[in-house]
């Protein structure tokens, strides 16, 4: 059983920066694909960001792309989310989850395992 807890969200404005981290409980952490979703009001939790269980691999969605950066540190357990440039269309709650097969880098929520309980980003124009 893994544990995930994520930290960093909150109000900013329009071109602000933001970075979130999601902290992993357990010892097999860097076996696990790792990602960050996210899901705005009325809409369907979608993927911002995947990365590879070494960190030598992420995809990003097109509507990322460019401004957030995902990275992780093994040692320390935790999996980053740089947020750049930010838009009012980036406010959703967003979401670490953990693909516990790890063998590749996927996009689809019904592929990881385990979920954060998330944290609120809103952007202000």
């Known amino acids: 059983q893994v544990q995930l807890v994520e930290s960093g969200g909150g109000l900013v404005q329009a071109g602000d920066s933001l970075s979130l981290s999601c902290a992993a409980s357990g010892r097999a952490f860097s076996t696990y694909g790792m990602g960050w979703f996210r899901q705005a009001p009325g809409k369907e939790r979608e993927f911002a960001a995947v990365i590879s269980r070494s960190g030598r691999s992420a995809v990003y969605a097109d509507s990322v792309k460019g401004r957030f950066t995902i990275s992780r540190d093994n040692a320390k357990n935790t999996v980053y989310l740089q947020m750049n440039s930010l838009t009012p269309e980036d406010t959703a709650v967003y979401y670490c989850?953990?693909?516990?097969?790890?063998?590749?880098?996927?996009?689809?929520?019904?592929?990881?395992?385990?979920w954060g309980q998330g944290t609120q980003v809103t952007v202000s124009s």
């Open positions: 989850a953990a693909d516990q097969e790890g063998q590749s880098v996927k996009v689809l929520t019904t592929e990881y395992d385990y």
